[in-house]
T-cell receptor
Framework: DGGITQSPKYLFRKEGQNVTLSCEQNLNHDAMYWYRQDPGQGLRLIYYSQIVNDFQKGDIAEGYSVSREKKESFPLTVTSAQKNPTAFYLC????????????FGQGTRLTVV | AQKVTQAQTEISVVEKEDVTLDCVYETRDTTYYLFWYKQPPSGELVFLIRRNSFDEQNEISGRYSWNFQKSTSSFNFTITASQVVDSAVYFCALKGGANSKLTFGKGITLSVRP
């Protein structure tokens, strides 16, 4: 089946540790996105990429890093510099271009203790 | 800069009532697209509709309808004869610009009571 796979679904980490969230898609999409969802805040864009080896900061990129070495993969690292990392993280992908809808993974709920 | 405002945060209706979810957007782009997504309790966002900035025709799909008005920068979503299964968080989104940045509103939590 084609789709977007985020793993793991639930992730627990100790404060001060970096953690990497996985996002893989087999839809052959060029564009990929990472969003953070907090109660009452909606979806806020962290990073996005339109093509391999290129990515742009979104609205809340501080404390996060990404890489886009392969078309199908867009991992997100939550670093120790992120002050409040506990949240629900959603990955999405789309065909490149302004007229295309994004498809979403099932999300990863990160809890930092 | 792009911005999407969903002023309503929570709406509660009784089954079979009609309900309208409001969306207002801001953008400097002349070409852009607007979207609505549904997020059920499972968490995954489901795409509902896409509308481009040059097409102001209203659209109806079953019990769902959308009203796009460029003059007021609004793209409102109406559910007719709501059902319990419509209970979810609904997001309005805007995509535009050279890098196709996709910006979401804060979402509206809709609860439909039997």
């Amino acid at each position: 089946d084609g789709g977007i796979t985020q793993s793991p679904k639930y992730l627990f980490r100790k404060e001060g540790q970096n953690v990497t969230l996985s996002c893989e898609q087999n839809l052959n999409h060029d564009a990929m996105y990472w969003y953070r969802q907090d109660p009452g805040q909606g979806l806020r864009l962290i990073y996005y990429s339109q093509i391999v080896n290129d990515f742009q900061k979104g609205d809340i990129a501080e404390g996060y890093s990404v890489s886009r070495e392969k078309k199908e993969s867009f991992p997100l690292t939550v670093t120790s510099a992120q002050k409040n990392p506990t949240a629900f993280y959603l990955c999405a992908s789309s065909i490149r271009g302004v007229n295309t809808e994004a498809f979403f993974g099932q999300g990863t709920r990160l809890t930092v203790v | 800069a792009q911005k999407v405002t969903q002023a309503q945060t929570e709406i509660s209706v009784v089954e079979k009532e009609d309900v309208t979810l409001d969306c207002v957007y801001e953008t400097r782009d002349t070409t852009y697209y607007l979207f609505w997504y549904k997020q059920p309790p499972s968490g995954e966002l489901v795409f509902l509709i896409r509308r481009n900035s040059f097409d102001e025709q209203n659209e109806i799909s079953g019990r769902y309808s959308w009203n796009f008005q460029k003059s007021t920068s609004s793209f409102n979503f109406t559910i007719t004869a709501s059902q319990v299964v419509d209970s979810a968080v609904y997001f309005c989104a805007l995509k535009g610009g050279a890098n196709s940045k996709l910006t979401f509103g804060k979402g509206i939590t809709l609860s439909v009571r039997p």
